[in-house]
């Protein structure tokens, strides 16, 4: 069994950066590659960054490419969602995700999620 523990969310102004932490309760961490997803009200969940197992692979989503950095510690268990030039469209919970599977945007193939962590950004 896998826990995954989201912190770092907040209320902050436009332009202004924020990173969140997913802290894992597993011993082999490093097996797993690892997600961000988010939700906004009245929407989808929708795919953010994910990395790869040694931190060596990187994909993004679309709208957050350029501006949203995912990295990881696997001595420290915990993957980093560093978010940078927020607007107020990405006001949402964000969630961590952890995969046995290949690195993937879909979250029909991870197997274990967080709580999620509240992000709002005022404009």
């Known amino acids: 069994q896998v826990q995954l523990v989201e912190s770092g969310g907040g209320l902050l102004q436009a332009g202004g950066s924020l990173r969140l932490s997913c802290a894992a309760s597993?011993?082999?961490?490093?097996?797993?590659?690892m997600g961000w997803f988010r939700q906004a009200p009245g929407k989808e969940r929708e795919f953010v960054a994910a990395i790869n197992w040694s931190g060596g692979s990187t994909i993004y989503g679309d709208s957050v490419k350029g501006r949203f950095t995912i990295s990881r510690d696997n001595a420290k268990k915990t993957v980093y969602l560093q978010m940078n030039s927020l607007k107020p469209e990405d006001t949402a919970v964000f969630y961590c995700?952890?995969?046995?599977?290949?690195?993937?945007?879909?979250?029909?193939?991870?197997?274990?999620w967080g709580q999620g962590t509240q992000v709002t950004v005022s404009s």
């Open positions: 597993v011993r082999t961490f490093s097996s797993y590659n």
């Open positions: 995700a952890a995969s046995f599977r290949g690195l993937t945007t879909n979250p029909g193939y991870y197997d274990y």
